[in-house]
T-cell receptor
Framework: ETGVTQTPRHLVMGMTNKKSLKCEQH?????MYWYKQSAKKPLELMFV???????ENNSVPSRFSPECPNSSHLFLHLHTLQPEDSALYLC??????????????FGPGTRLTVL | LAKTTQPISMDSYEGQEVNITCSHN???????ITWYQQFPSQGPRFIIQ???TKVTNEVASLFIPADRKSSTLSLPRVSLSDTAVYYC????????????FGAGTTVTVRA
């Protein structure tokens, strides 16, 4: 148990659906991250929020929309996804402000399948 | 950003010591070296971090030579449960948001 929870753990959606992934951290951290991990590929950083401000949008398509309403919660809103978006989506948090030396604590991930 | 190079995979047996070397030839003065472990279908987990010389914790040791162009993660007496992907990350302490996990090293421990 890392102190970072993600819901749902598994999600199957059609290409026309709209869904949201939720992440919650119980560690009092200041930065939160979304990563995508496709099968047999490295983790891809998608978004970084530091003190609730988005500080990084790593060329992610607009069909992925993040939201950080407060320092403990992070959402990833999904709409009109493609089958190639099927992947494990990981949320992480860190005590610092997203610096390279920060230890990131990861949640268990949401396994997303787009039909 | 300093690019890292690790072996794609390594095999070992229970009870042996596993050493994974990561090359980072263009590491910058302010960069730290961090290792994470990831089990299938789980998020990565922090193992150890260092800047120079040697760092040891209850899980692993990290050896960093004086020139810092490489580092070696040492896992003592591995067990089957140490089978995982191990990532070497290099980044500085100043707004390094694009820290990359790379492909990692898949370590397989056999009985």
């Amino acid at each position: 148990e890392t102190g970072v929870t993600q819901t749902p753990r598994h999600l199957v959606m059609g290409m026309t659906n709209k869904k949201s992934l939720k992440c919650e951290q119980h560690l009092g951290h200041n930065a939160m991250y979304w990563y995508k991990q496709s099968a047999k590929k490295p983790l891809e950083l998608m978004f970084v929020y530091s003190l609730e401000e988005r500080v990084e949008n790593n060329s992610v398509p607009s069909r992925f929309s993040p939201e950080c309403p407060n320092s403990s919660h992070l959402f990833l809103h999904l709409h009109t996804l493609q089958p190639e978006d099927s992947a494990l989506y990981l949320c992480a948090s860190s005590q610092g402000l997203g610096f390279g030396t920060d230890t990131q604590y990861f949640g268990p991930g949401t396994r997303l399948t787009v039909l | 950003l300093a690019k890292t190079t690790q072996p794609i995979s390594m095999d070992s047996y229970e009870g042996q010591e596993v050493n994974i070397t990561c090359s980072h030839n263009n590491i910058a003065t302010n960069d730290y070296i961090t290792w994470y472990q990831q089990f299938p279908s789980q998020g990565p987990r922090f193992i150890i971090q260092g800047y120079k010389t040697k760092v040891t914790n209850e899980v692993a040791s990290l050896f960093i030579p004086a020139d810092r162009k490489s580092s070696t993660l040492s896992l003592p007496r591995v067990s089957l449960s140490d089978t995982a992907v191990y990532y070497c990350l290099v980044g500085d302490g100043v707004l390094d948001y694009k820290l990359s996990f790379g492909a990692g090293t898949t370590v397989t421990v056999r009985a």
